[in-house]
């Protein structure tokens, strides 16, 4: 197919001679590019094969390191999973007891992971330059239909506001104790606060109620959602953890796993799978050929529900012990994906950089984490308590395919702040422009997709009004402390 598109001279005179192929003009340019980054079948096969036994199975020597290394823990063996979600744990005890013996586990594996993450990143540089890539970036931003200029904008709004989540980590800090900012141990301790308990049917009346201010078509699906059984609830054994949404294309429906637990933070969950199935329902009409829609707006209307959610429910929350935990929730998450996602991209820029000419052993690849952790979490993290070790357990960094799957997380959590912060200044005039933009996302860049809802993504004063909404919050969550 690439070939054969690639030999069309006038393809835009081909695209426009018939609707169908109108219809598909996005797709279909999409694959007259990928040409000119792809080799002769046979070259391509045989990097294929190659991948087979290169990067795939490096990938897979760290995912199998990382699930089966024994972690011994207050007299037992548990599992790396198993310690790492013990950062959550509302005894501060064991979150430091659990870090510690996270950091020791790793003792045992970082050979074989250093292994496996130079040699992916070293198949990739090279992979790039055989393809005419300018950089694994470069590569990066083509998959996402991403502009660097886009990029740049949203990384430099990010720098200019890394001072107020440091300030948000050292209110957190003070409040649990420490006086040299948040130990890394305590990024996700749990704060005292709401202890409201929901059935289905009180989640069910509860979002059906609030979005039913917002709008009346995603409001029904919501409640068809419900009605029609689309979620699966409650955990259960051979069900995986966490929560998934699965669009059905040929009946135009999505299915929804979660883990209903009947907190308000499953509440949430619940928000953000049908955000979406609320994307899928807005692709409904498009032909399965248009449903594609790139990692970074993926994300938009599933964050876009939660903000409204978490929103609704500090607004309505006076206890001001429980809003300041309302409110330090949605900071948590939003610390993840400004600082903790800038890290990752400052480590695995570096990486790339220096793989090229130097192989880094463990030792040194924690040395460039610290680095940037350093970098993004500034002195809102006690420099004595950093976690040298983050490039060995998030498997982001080991695909082959897939470079800096970092960036797409800080873009889609800001993009879908910005639309809230315009929804918030337009009112009702901004929800159509808001579906066609979902809509829109299988057929465009995802400036295109912006540009729907007249939003300019390269301009830096975008992400920065997305990033003041978390500011204030921030301003907000120190009063509460002090």
Same mark, same amino acid.
């Given at each position: ?187 996700? $301790?749990?704060? &005292? #606060? ?11 009346? @509860?979002?059906?109620? %609030? +979005? ?112 300041? $935990?309302?409110? &330090? #929730? ?11 996602? @800038?890290?990752?991209? %400052? +480590? ?135």
């Amino acid at each position: 197919m690439v070939q054969y598109v690639d030999k069309i001279e006038d393809l835009q005179s081909v695209i426009d001679s018939r609707d169908l192929l109108k219809e598909h003009e996005f797709y279909i340019k999409n694959i007259k590019e990928r040409a000119t980054y792809t080799l002769s079948p046979e070259v391509e096969q045989v990097i294929s094969l190659y991948e087979i036994s290169g990067s795939n199975a490096w990938s897979d020597l760290q995912g199998f390191l990382t699930s089966t290394v024994p972690v011994e823990y207050k007299g037992e063996t548990t599992t790396l999973s198993d310690i790492r979600n013990k950062a959550y744990d509302p005894d501060p005890e064991v979150r430091r007891s659990a870090y510690e013996a996270e950091l020791k586990a790793y003792d045992r594996i970082k050979d074989g992971i250093a292994f496996s993450l130079n040699s992916i990143k070293m198949e990739v540089i090279n992979r790039c330059k055989l393809h005419g890539y300018d950089s694994p970036l470069d590569e990066a931003l083509k998959n996402a239909h991403m502009k660097r200029e886009t990029l740049d904008a949203l990384l430099q709004a990010m720098e200019e506001y890394l001072p107020k989540f440091w300030e948000y980590m050292r209110a957190k800090a003070k409040l649990l104790g420490h006086e040299n900012g948040l130990p890394f141990y305590d990024l996700f $301790a749990p704060l &005292e #606060g709401n202890s409201d308990e929901f059935t289905t049917e009180d989640a069910k009346n @509860y979002l059906v109620n %609030l +979005f039913s201010t917002f709008d009346q078509e995603e409001t029904d699906m919501i409640a068809r959602a419900f009605d029609e059984s689309w979620i699966d609830f409650y955990p259960h054994e051979g069900k995986v953890g966490g929560a998934f949404c699965a669009g059905l294309a040929g009946v135009k429906e999505s299915r929804i796993l979660t883990n209903f637990g009947g907190a308000l933070g499953d509440v949430v969950t619940l928000a953000h799978e049908l955000g979406h199935a609320f994307h899928n329902h807005c692709l409904r009409d498009n032909s399965i050929l248009n449903l594609d829609v790139s990692m970074p707006v993926a994300e938009t209307a599933s964050t876009f529900n939660e903000v409204v959610c978490l929103n609704a429910a500090i607004a309505a929350e006076k206890d001001p012990v429980a809003r300041r $935990a309302l409110i &330090e #929730g949605q900071l948590m998450d939003a610390n993840q994906i400004i600082c903790d996602i @800038y890290s990752r991209y %400052l +480590f695995e820029t570096a990486v790339f950089e220096n793989r090229e000419n130097e192989f880094m052993f463990a030792d040194r690849l924690c040395e460039i984490m610290l680095e940037a952790q350093k970098k993004a979490y500034g002195d809102g993290l006690d420099p004595e308590y950093l976690h040298p070790y983050m490039w060995a357990c998030k498997s982001h960094y080991y695909s082959g395919g897939l470079s800096f799957y970092n960036f797409p997380y800080a873009f889609g959590g800001l993009f879908a702040r910005g639309l809230y912060a315009k929804y918030l200044q337009d009112g009702e005039s901004f929800v159509p422009l808001y579906k066609r933009l979902l809509k829109a996302t299988g057929t465009t860049t995802v400036e295109g997709a912006a540009e729907v809802a007249g939003i300019d993504l390269t301009d830096v004063n975008f992400w920065r009004a997305s990033l003041q909404i978390l500011a204030d919050e921030i301003d907000e969550f120190v009063s509460l402390c002090n």
